[in-house]
């Protein structure tokens, strides 16, 4: 069973960088079956799609997020990674990753979710 | 963006009423529309693919439907483990988008 698991700062500053990590417990990230995304949750709010990755040239981000956004993958750590630049209180939010199946465009595995509050 | 008008915004239920969550696409998404649970605290689970697969290990009770841009989310017989926030996604194009969620509660 894969298990997808976020990392990273639960306090950022603001003006600064978010940066998360996603490790995927089994398989490998380069399948040609998956894409690799990240969903955030602003607090008791609803879901907002980010962005994902396919691999180092093939990737998809929310307009709204795209000037600040970036995405990779490290297929040998079997991670991949979140950077936001420039934020502000309103990128509080719980930040999960999780595995596409692009098929049908599904997700079918998420991590547990990370909380990132932006404060000073 | 695609638009995702998700209906009702909650709603209250007992153990063994047939719910229904209705999910209206301001275009058409074909049928990449996906409906996920959310517990408090947790992470979603998808429930449904493509409007009406049932993903594996969900109960048979949870069925999905689709009617042009209007799709819905049946529970035919309500559960206690059940009482969670709904959401439906579409990923016919990017950006994705999320229908706004339905919370049931009990009754």
């Known amino acids: 069973q894969v298990q997808l698991q976020e990392s990273g700062p639960g306090l950022v500053k603001p003006s600064q960088t978010l940066s998360l990590t996603c490790t995927v417990s089994?398989?490998?990230?380069?399948?040609?079956?998956?894409?690799w995304t990240w969903i955030r949750q602003h607090p008791g709010k609803g879901l907002e799609w980010m962005g994902h990755i396919y691999d180092t040239e093939n990737s998809s981000f929310n307009p709204s997020l795209k000037s600040r956004l970036t995405m990779s993958l490290d297929t040998s750590a079997r991670q991949f990674s979140l950077k936001l630049t420039s934020v502000t209180a309103a990128d509080t939010a719980v930040y999960f990753c999780g595995r596409v199946w692009f098929t049908y465009g599904l997700i079918d595995h998420w991590g547990q979710g990370a909380l990132v509050t932006v404060s000073s | 963006d695609i638009l995702m008008t998700q209906s009702p915004a909650s709603l209250s239920a007992s153990v063994g009423d047939r719910v229904t969550i209705t999910c209206r696409a301001s275009q058409s998404i074909r049928r990449f529309l996906n409906w996920y649970q959310q517990m408090p605290g947790k992470a979603p689970r998808l429930l449904i693919y493509a409007a009406s697969n049932l993903q594996d290990e969900v109960p048979s009770r949870f069925s999905g439907s689709e009617s042009g841009t209007d799709f819905t989310l049946t529970i035919s017989s309500l559960q206690p483990e059940d009482f969670a926030t709904y959401y439906c996604?579409?990923?016919?194009?990017?950006?994705?988008?999320f229908g706004q969620g339905t919370k049931v509660d009990l009754k």
């Open positions: 089994d398989g490998s990230i380069s399948s040609g079956a998956y894409n």
């Open positions: 996604h579409q990923s016919y194009s990017t950006p994705w988008t």
